[in-house]
């Protein structure tokens, strides 16, 4: 195999550009990408190095990479992520290009990701879907739902200006991301990288990108279906806004609507009548609504303390203005109300002498006094986790 020589800085603080390659049996393609990148440090004068993180490859890519002058680094941790988050640590240049080594992408020209780079922009991000897929690059599937729909949803979901989320080529400033803390070991890890840039306002650009069809005879490592829920599982749990918040308070407000409009007595819209039934559904959406709010609740605290979501600082300043004792009022409130439309029923129950119910009246105000002193009994107790999730952040001493 012939060796190309790049012009490779000997001390790691003059090392501009590291083109890092996950790999895992990629004996294959994993020599054509390392000339290929060797190949450009040479051509545009770039002071750097190819660095390959290895998962525990079986069929010899180790040796492939350094016998062309890569630097290989082993990494246990089976995944995708965590290979990446161990090479982007083992990089030794300010900023990092990293690349799939199975020769879908072209390390021979990355001219617009240094270019940006050098222009100051932390985070630069292939797209494919204005560079062009080739034939037989990129599964229908893949093309025309998953990557399309998951992108969308991270777009929604955060604000982010990125239009292919897992494109696989992307450049950043090495400090920028290691600042981000990345910690998914999967394929969501392309994922966490964009939302992460993105909710912390790192500088993001975009350049065209060309995918090409592997030169692998295997099949790849991606699983469509269970790489993309993961995916999909992290928007959703990195964004406790659009899992819990938003779907709990539109069931709650439904719910409440529709108590208050069925517990006068049926209402008639069209040839359909709605009743007592109905009443009751709509007390479930109300109580499920509330609950889904406070794990949003819960889940931004905690997320926050634990580094994994950012903090809500709204939700965090109105948690410190009213605390437990005010919470605890309402949900008091909300009992002794239960409590009181409890008696009421019984009592509609004793004009009847205690037994059948000819109507549905007491009916009506028993479903209302359950879910009054449900929401309360949820209040009370969500409040108390919120305090003791906020002892927990001050540590022993309390808030």
Not at 85 to 108: C, E, N, P, W
Not at 148 to 156: A, E, F, K, Q
Request: glycine share 12%; charged share 15%; proline share 6%.
């Amino acid at each position: 195999m012939d060796r190309v020589e790049p012009q490779v800085a000997t001390g790691a603080a003059t090392i501009e550009l590291t083109i890092l390659m996950p790999c895992l049996n990629e004996a294959e393609t994993l020599g054509t990408c390392v000339r290929k990148a060797m190949g450009y440090l040479a051509r545009a004068g770039v002071a750097g190095e190819v660095l390959v993180a290895d998962n525990g490859s079986t069929d010899g890519s180790q040796s492939i990479a350094e016998a062309l002058g890569a630097r290989v680094v082993p990494v246990p941790q089976r995944g995708y992520g965590a290979a990446l988050i161990a090479g982007i640590r083992a990089a030794r240049g300010r900023y990092v290009i990293m690349g799939d080594s199975d020769d879908s992408y072209d390390f021979a020209a990355l001219d617009p990701f240094v270019d940006r780079l050098r222009e100051g922009f932390e985070l630069v991000m292939g797209n494919r879907f204005k560079g062009g897929i080739r034939p037989g690059a990129m599964p229908p599937l893949h093309r025309y739902l998953g990557n399309p729909v998951l992108s969308t949803i991270g777009r929604l979901f955060f604000g982010s200006p990125v239009g292919d989320f897992h494109c696989g080529l992307r450049g950043f400033d090495r400090a920028a991301m290691l600042a981000l803390d990345l910690r998914a070991p999967g394929m969501e890890f392309a994922s966490e990288m964009v939302v992460k840039a993105t909710v912390n306002g790192l500088r993001m650009a975009e350049v065209p990108t060309t995918l090409s069809p592997d030169g692998r005879s295997r099949p790849p490592h991606l699983r469509s279906w269970r790489d993309g829920w993961r995916h999909l599982r992290f928007l959703l749990v990195f964004c406790p806004r659009w899992l819990f918040l938003y779907p709990g308070a539109a069931l709650f407000l439904a719910g409440l609507a529709a108590m208050a409009a069925l517990l006068p007595g049926p209402v008639a819209v069209g040839g359909v009548t709605f009743d007592v039934h109905t009443l009751l559904y709509a007390s479930g959406a109300v109580v499920m609504g509330f609950q889904a709010v406070q794990f949003w609740v819960f889940a931004r605290i905690h997320g926050a303390q634990q580094g994994v979501v950012p903090e809500e600082k709204r939700l965090t300043a109105l948690l410190a203005r009213f605390g437990l004792e005010p919470a605890l009022i309402v949900a008091v409130v909300l009992v002794l109300a239960g409590l009181g439309l409890g008696v009421a029923a019984v009592a509609m129950w004793g004009a009847e002498h205690f037994g059948p119910l000819a109507g549905m009246g007491a009916m009506r105000v028993a479903i209302a006094s359950v879910t009054a002193m449900v929401l309360g009994l949820q209040l009370a107790f969500g409040a108390f986790f919120v305090a003791l999730l906020g002892m927990m952040r001050s540590g022993p001493g309390g808030a």
